[in-house]
């Protein structure tokens, strides 16, 4: 079966430092790889996507991935307090029903 | 990115009757999908809504209990039928392009069986 896993927190860093957020899959054959972010009783919002092994940076948010390790994170600099909230990490579901995307648990961060 | 809409935002129903849930994207996609997310759990899928043919549904999901429409490239209907509690859920529709695979999400609907 094809996971998404993160862990799921929380993750507290203090207002200002980097908030590391980190995502393995299982499909090595996936090529698509997105952050969401989910405020308390909202819904997802789309951040960041990614699809070629390297960084990508969009202000203070930075997508890393490695096909290799099947690894994909997500780095927040100079964290907010409005950056609480809960990540979530999805993978395309290649050979799955089309554009369907496989989501993990997602992992909450608190920034105080 | 696509601005979805959805409606109604929350209900309360009660068991054993109906509750359909409307999607509206602003612009016409070529993907839209119905999730359902329990509190404090992430996000599960319950079909792809096709355009012009019958939904693709999970594993878990059956077209009795989701009857899902699709009319047009902006817009879609799902029905949650016969409701038990345990439907007690929210409600997600997602849009997107499918060739990028980002998906756009709307807001949700709360929905509460009592």
């Known amino acids: 079966q094809k996971e998404v896993e993160q862990n799921s927190g929380p993750l507290s860093v203090p207002e200002g430092a980097i908030a590391s957020l980190n995502c393995t899959y299982s499909?090595?054959?996936?090529?698509?790889f997105f952050w969401y972010r989910q405020y308390s009783g909202k819904s997802p919002e789309l951040i960041m996507s990614?699809?070629?092994?390297g960084d990508k940076e969009d202000g203070r948010f930075t997508a890393q991935l490695n096909k290799a390790s099947q690894y994909v994170s997500l780095l927040i600099r100079d964290s907010q307090p409005s950056d609480s909230a809960t990540y979530l990490c999805?993978?395309?579901?290649?050979?799955?029903?089309?554009?369907?995307?496989?989501f993990g648990k997602g992992t909450k961060l608190s920034v105080k | 990115s696509a601005v979805i809409s959805q409606k109604p935002s929350r209900d309360i129903c009660q068991r054993g009757t109906s509750l359909t849930i409307q999607c509206q994207v602003d612009?016409?996609?070529?993907?839209m999908f119905w999730y359902r997310q329990q509190p404090g759990q992430s996000l599960t899928l319950i079909a792809t809504?096709?355009?012009?043919?019958?939904?693709?549904?999970e594993s878990g999901f059956v077209i009795d209990k989701f009857p899902i429409s699709r009319p047009n490239l902006t817009f879609s209907t799902l029905t949650v039928s016969n409701m038990s509690p345990e439907d007690s859920s929210i409600y997600l529709c997602?849009?997107?392009?499918?060739?990028?695979?980002?998906?756009?999400f709307g807001p949700g609907t709360r929905l509460t069986v009592t």
């Open positions: 999805a993978v395309n579901d290649y050979g799955g029903s089309q554009g369907n995307l496989i």
């Open positions: 499909d090595r054959v996936s090529q698509s």
């Open positions: 612009s016409q996609v070529t993907m």
């Open positions: 990614i699809y070629s092994n």
């Open positions: 997602s849009a997107g392009q499918g060739g990028t695979y980002e998906q756009y």
């Open positions: 809504a096709n355009q012009g043919s019958e939904a693709t549904y």
